[in-house]
């Protein structure tokens, strides 16, 4: 089948040609559909359609969103297609917001409820026949409040937004008449696509199967045979092949295919080592159909003693992460998703839990690629619905598990609803759909909720009392996993264990819930937070790992403000407790060389004639020796007492007896040998304005639309940020496929003034101006 477009932009994506002899065959397609789409939004009378691309949001919404929009939205897309008789064609959407209704020619094809999983439809029979005819698709797209479906809850009263729209990736896929079936797909009965699993793994083998899903529309029956090709990260193939099997006509089949690997390259979170697996699907001696995805090969395990990865005892240290970004919500590029994920592993974190819904695809393929051990979320925040709620929640349960299965990545399976009090009856349900979905033993289910049907207790720090919270859990051998902690416990009991060094600090000032320009005092009482809290969580006895809440600043219904408790802001910027958990990975561990590992030390300080005296320096190493213009003020082992005894390095804390403008260096030393540094500068004078973007490791996409965060930081001549800087900054396009994002002119907020930059594609270059008033300005060029 041939797809025709009015647009250059639809990338063939996805195209696997295979030869056998004189036979040649084109397999399935996968084509990114997400030009030419009109929008319109059914507010204050509005008709008029615009051109837009997907992902795309129902509505541009301020920094701090108070009111956001819901209500109806449309979409349309005009396209020409050349369908052959042994072929299907199937729309695949990643993500709407939240209820959709599909029309393909004015024929409905599909009414989905829910907007965090994937909505796939058999647009084969909708499809005009003559391929000089236009087809025309439809969305009516509604993201109100309702109760039968997750989250249930109303936005005003929600702890997160779920903003509206076409929000995630759009496919067009071509398959032949047999076929192996998409994981998810429009019936949402039979679990589809393909399952891996290694049940048995050594250094010198992993074994296991693989289940395959497939479907026979064409009108007789057909035999058929299977082939597989394993292929590592090295470019070393192993081949398998199945028995001839025959699929009725109308009727659908699953083979289960034993696979075994020699000398496995084990997945794991320094060294993420991945295959790919693709499964051809092989008629009369042609490859008719092919399905490819990477996997990974690791052992999971919760033992009586622990949790233990590949047979190595791990205690799991990782964050709680939102998805939306600032003014776009949903509405991000997989670039984008994959800088927000190589962050949290730059942050020193290897696992993240996926609050409070599942993600997009994109993320689970990065935390894959960067090995982030991750925990899949069902939807759900404090509300539990009647029988129609329940239902559609043990259907995406189904959904969630077809669609994520095979990702190395995930470990724990949150298959209830977050701080809600669900019936026994449910959680019984829901934990005997998971393990329907996913039988094997490594697949642990997961629960705040103290629940025997669960492998995992996963509490909130909160959800105990000062001061042993959950020290002293003790059930036998069953585990816990501390989900969060680190604010909510601060900001509402105010429940520290050692407050002494702070003791004259206002209430407000206790809390984690600290934005960038809350000033040192109150940053480093965040990061003290987290520290006192990290340690505590430590001496459980039963606690298998944490994560702390959370990684990015968000914003939420119910509140017309920035819950502001992350280690970043919502910009993407670190804080004070970033680099608090930077250092907690070993100076030793060794990662990719486009992330951050090694040796560390970062001064937490200003070093203005405000700064504390008392001067943090969090850092892995075995000393530090601190310099004030060039005058070694002390050298220090790690501070070691009762609210850091359990980390992996505790903070290195200097006295200084007065302020002196100048420079403050940090070296980090293990054994006799320097091994890091960090200096921080007296700022001088507000003089320019020095611009810059972030790209983490990631390109922009030179093809398709993408998005970074532009920086424009105020420094003095010497290029130091003035920390206390408001400056208000103007961002200007002078040329390029681009547009700016959000507020503009916007005011620097601890000397840095964000926005984000929404690149079309990379096809002409970019030019980008900041300025600001008596300060020099600063203009950069994006180029492919």
Same mark, same amino acid.
């Given at each position: 089948?041939?797809?025709?477009?009015?647009?250059?932009?639809?990338? @063939?994506?996805?195209?696997?040609?295979?030869?056998?002899?004189?036979?040649?065959?084109?397999?399935?397609?996968?084509?990114?559909? !997400?030009?030419?789409?009109?929008?319109?939004?059914?507010?204050?009378?509005?008709?008029?359609?615009?051109?837009?691309?997907?992902?795309?949001?129902?509505?541009?919404?301020?920094? #701090? #969103?108070?009111?956001?929009?819901?209500?109806?939205?449309?979409?349309?897309?005009?396209?020409?297609?050349?369908?052959?008789?042994?072929?299907?064609?199937?729309?695949?959407?990643?993500?709407?917001?939240?209820?959709?209704?599909?029309?393909?020619?004015?024929?409905?094809?599909?009414?989905?409820?829910?907007?965090?999983?994937?909505?796939?439809?058999?647009?084969?029979?909708? @499809?005009?026949?003559?391929?000089?005819?236009?087809?025309?698709?439809?969305?009516?797209?509604?993201?109100?409040? =309702?109760?039968?479906?997750?989250?249930?809850?109303?936005?005003?009263?929600?702890?997160?937004?779920?903003? %509206?729209?076409?929000?995630?990736?759009?496919?067009?896929?071509?398959?032949?008449? @047999?076929?192996?079936?998409?994981?998810?797909?429009?019936?949402?009965?039979?679990?589809?696509?393909?399952?891996?699993?290694?049940?048995?793994?050594?250094?010198?083998?992993?074994?296991?199967?693989?289940?395959?899903?497939?479907?026979?529309?064409?009108?007789?029956?057909?035999?058929?045979?299977?082939?597989?090709?394993?292929?590592?990260?090295?470019?070393?193939?192993?081949?398998?092949?199945?028995?001839?099997?025959?699929?009725?006509?109308?009727?659908?089949?699953?083979?289960?295919?034993?696979?075994?690997?020699?000398?496995?390259?084990?997945?794991?979170?320094?060294?993420?080592?991945?295959?790919?697996?693709?499964?051809?699907?092989?008629?009369?001696?042609?490859?008719?159909?092919?399905?490819?995805?990477?996997?990974?090969?690791?052992?999971?395990?919760?033992?009586?003693?622990?949790?233990?990865?590949?047979?190595?005892?791990?205690?799991?240290? %990782?964050?709680?992460?939102?998805?939306?970004?600032?003014?776009?919500?949903?509405?991000?590029?997989?670039?984008?998703?994959?800088?927000?994920?190589?962050?949290?592993?730059?942050?020193?974190?290897?696992?993240?839990?996926?609050?409070?819904?599942?993600?997009?695809?994109?993320?689970?393929?990065?935390?894959?690629?960067?090995?982030?051990?991750?925990?899949?979320?069902?939807?759900?925040?404090?509300?539990? %619905?009647?029988?129609?709620?329940?239902?559609?929640?043990?259907?995406?349960?189904?959904?969630?598990?077809?669609?994520?299965?095979?990702?190395?990545?995930?470990?724990?399976?949150?298959?209830?609803?977050?701080?809600?009090?669900?019936?026994?009856?449910?959680?019984?349900?829901?934990?005997?759909?998971?393990?329907?979905?996913?039988?094997?033993?490594?697949?642990?289910?997961?629960?705040?909720?103290?629940?025997?049907?669960?492998?995992?207790?996963?509490?909130?720090?909160?959800?105990?009392?000062?001061?042993?919270?959950?020290?002293?859990? =003790?059930? %036998? =051998?069953?585990?816990?996993?501390?989900?969060?902690?680190?604010?909510?416990?601060?900001?509402?009991? =105010?429940?520290?264990?050692?407050?002494?060094?702070?003791?004259?600090?206002?209430?407000?000032?206790?809390?984690?819930?600290?934005?960038?320009?809350?000033?040192?005092?109150?940053?480093?009482?965040?990061?003290?937070?987290?520290?006192?809290?990290?340690?505590?969580?430590?001496?459980?006895?039963?606690?298998?790992?944490?994560?702390?809440?959370?990684?990015?600043?968000?914003?939420?219904?119910?509140?017309?403000?920035?819950?502001?408790?992350?280690?970043?802001?919502?910009?993407?910027?670190?804080?004070?407790?970033?680099?608090?958990?930077?250092?907690?990975?070993?100076?030793?561990? #060794?990662?990719?060389?486009?992330?951050?590992?090694?040796?560390? #030390?970062?001064?937490?300080?200003?070093?203005?004639?405000?700064?504390?005296?008392?001067?943090?320096?969090?850092?892995?190493?075995?000393?530090?020796?601190?310099?004030?213009?060039?005058?070694?003020?002390?050298?220090?082992?790690?501070?070691?007492?009762?609210?850091?005894?359990?980390?992996?390095?505790?903070?290195?804390?200097?006295?200084?007896?007065?302020?002196?403008?100048?420079?403050?260096?940090?070296? !980090?030393?293990?054994?006799?040998?320097?091994?890091?540094?960090?200096?921080?500068?007296?700022?001088?004078?507000?003089?320019?304005?020095?611009?810059?973007?972030?790209?983490?490791?990631?390109?922009?996409?030179?093809?398709?639309?993408?998005?970074?965060?532009?920086?424009?930081?105020?420094?003095?001549?010497? !290029?130091?940020?003035?920390?206390?800087?408001?400056?208000?900054?103007?961002?200007?396009?002078?040329?390029?496929?681009?547009?700016?994002?959000?507020?503009?002119?916007?005011?620097?907020?601890?000397?840095?003034?964000?926005?984000?930059?929404?690149?079309?594609?990379?096809?002409?270059?970019?030019?980008?101006?900041?300025?600001?008033?008596?300060?020099?300005?600063?203009?950069?060029?994006?180029?492919?």
């Amino acid at each position: 089948m041939k797809i025709l477009s009015k647009n250059t932009f639809l990338l @063939l994506s996805f195209l696997l040609v295979f030869s056998f002899g004189k036979n040649y065959a084109q397999s399935r397609t996968k084509v990114n559909f !997400g030009a030419d789409w009109e929008f319109k939004r059914e507010e204050n009378g509005s008709s008029d359609w615009e051109k837009v691309t997907i992902p795309h949001t129902a509505k541009i919404e301020k920094l #701090v #969103v108070i009111k956001q929009f819901q209500g109806t939205s449309w979409y349309q897309k005009k396209f020409k297609a050349n369908p052959s008789k042994d072929q299907k064609t199937f729309i695949y959407f990643e993500g709407i917001m939240q209820e959709a209704d599909v029309w393909i020619n004015d024929i409905k094809a599909i009414n989905h409820k829910g907007g965090y999983l994937p909505v796939s439809i058999d647009a084969t029979a909708f @499809l005009n026949q003559d391929p000089e005819k236009e087809n025309i698709i439809k969305v009516k797209v509604n993201n109100e409040d =309702n109760p039968n479906f997750l989250p249930g809850k109303p936005l005003k009263d929600l702890d997160f937004n779920y903003y %509206g729209g076409i929000y995630r990736n759009v496919y067009i896929i071509t398959t032949s008449k @047999l076929y192996i079936s998409n994981a998810v797909h429009a019936e949402r009965k039979a679990s589809g696509g393909i399952y891996v699993n290694f049940g048995n793994i050594t250094k010198e083998e992993a074994s296991g199967t693989v289940q395959v899903h497939l479907k026979n529309d064409f009108n007789i029956a057909k035999t058929a045979s299977l082939k597989f090709i394993l292929t590592d990260n090295k470019g070393k193939k192993t081949e398998f092949k199945s028995e001839n099997f025959t699929v009725d006509s109308f009727s659908d089949f699953t083979l289960t295919q034993k696979i075994s690997v020699k000398n496995p390259e084990l997945w794991g979170i320094n060294n993420p080592n991945l295959y790919q697996i693709e499964v051809q699907v092989i008629l009369n001696d042609k490859t008719i159909d092919s399905y490819s995805e990477k996997i990974g090969i690791r052992k999971s395990e919760i033992k009586a003693d622990g949790y233990y990865l590949n047979d190595k005892k791990l205690f799991i240290t %990782g964050t709680n992460e939102h998805q939306e970004y600032p003014y776009l919500g949903y509405a991000i590029s997989d670039e984008a998703q994959y800088r927000d994920a190589v962050k949290i592993k730059n942050a020193g974190f290897d696992f993240v839990r996926l609050s409070h819904y599942p993600h997009a695809e994109a993320f689970y393929n990065a935390c894959d690629e960067l090995g982030i051990l991750v925990m899949n979320s069902l939807t759900g925040w404090q509300f539990f %619905g009647n029988e129609t709620f329940q239902k559609n929640a043990y259907q995406d349960i189904r959904d969630m598990a077809r669609r994520d299965r095979n990702h190395p990545s995930i470990i724990f399976w949150e298959a209830s609803l977050n701080e809600t009090d669900m019936s026994k009856e449910f959680m019984a349900e829901a934990t005997k759909t998971l393990k329907e979905e996913l039988p094997f033993a490594d697949n642990y289910s997961a629960s705040w909720i103290d629940n025997e049907n669960y492998d995992l207790f996963i509490p909130a720090r909160q959800h105990a009392k000062a001061p042993d919270y959950w020290t002293k859990y =003790n059930k %036998g =051998n069953r585990k816990i996993f501390i989900a969060e902690y680190g604010d909510w416990e601060y900001y509402a009991q =105010n429940a520290g264990f050692n407050q002494t060094e702070f003791s004259n600090l206002k209430e407000e000032e206790r809390t984690s819930r600290q934005l960038r320009n809350a000033g040192e005092k109150r940053l480093l009482q965040q990061a003290y937070n987290f520290q006192e809290a990290s340690n505590s969580n430590r001496k459980g006895e039963q606690t298998i790992g944490e994560a702390n809440w959370v990684m990015y600043d968000y914003n939420r219904g119910y509140s017309p403000d920035l819950e502001s408790s992350g280690i970043s802001d919502i910009f993407r910027i670190p804080k004070f407790a970033y680099y608090f958990y930077q250092s907690q990975r070993d100076a030793n561990v #060794v990662l990719d060389k486009n992330l951050f590992s090694g040796p560390m #030390v970062h001064i937490a300080n200003f070093w203005t004639p405000e700064s504390p005296l008392n001067i943090t320096v969090y850092g892995n190493c075995d000393e530090v020796a601190l310099y004030l213009n060039d005058v070694l003020i002390a050298k220090e082992k790690p501070l070691v007492n009762s609210n850091s005894d359990k980390l992996e390095h505790a903070p290195f804390i200097f006295k200084v007896n007065e302020f002196k403008a100048g420079t403050l260096r940090a070296e !980090g030393f293990i054994g006799r040998k320097k091994v890091a540094s960090n200096t921080v500068k007296t700022p001088k004078k507000a003089s320019k304005v020095v611009l810059s973007y972030d790209l983490s490791s990631k390109q922009i996409n030179p093809d398709f639309p993408d998005m970074v965060f532009v920086y424009a930081k105020i420094t003095d001549a010497d !290029g130091t940020i003035i920390p206390t800087a408001e400056n208000e900054v103007t961002f200007t396009l002078s040329e390029g496929n681009a547009e700016l994002i959000g507020q503009n002119s916007i005011k620097a907020e601890a000397g840095i003034a964000t926005i984000i930059l929404k690149t079309k594609d990379l096809k002409k270059k970019i030019t980008l101006k900041a300025t600001s008033e008596k300060l020099q300005d600063n203009t950069i060029t994006i180029t492919k």
